[in-house]
């Protein structure tokens, strides 16, 4: 049960910050070391309230140092499209490796 409030605890506070206009960037860093929710969970989290795959990449990227490997199978996850996370992946690396393929 407390696992279940504290989920709730991150996303209530990411979209208060969101109607605030933080950056997907400033919520998954504050996801991150307020809450210690992990990149997936920051996936999760930022795609429930809107941001796209690529906010979403930018994110990951910059608070986790995530290769774009990594990156694609949490948004696969998180349930963004392969063309969603293609184009993302594609925009923030500037190409994007065979593992694409197998997504």
Do not use: H, K, P
């Amino acid at each position: 049960a407390l696992q279940s409030v504290y989920q709730q605890t991150a996303n209530q506070v990411a979209s208060i910050l969101q109607s605030l206009n933080y950056s997907a960037n400033t919520i998954a860093s504050t996801l991150s070391s307020v809450f210690g929710q992990t990149a997936q969970d920051v996936a999760n989290i930022l795609q429930s309230i809107g941001y796209t795959a690529s906010q979403v990449t930018s994110a990951l990227s910059n608070v986790f140092g995530l290769a774009q490997q990594t990156i694609g199978n949490i948004l696969n996850a998180a349930g963004y499209t392969a063309s969603e996370i293609g184009s993302a992946i594609q925009g923030f690396f500037g190409s994007i490796g065979s593992w694409f393929n197998n997504l």
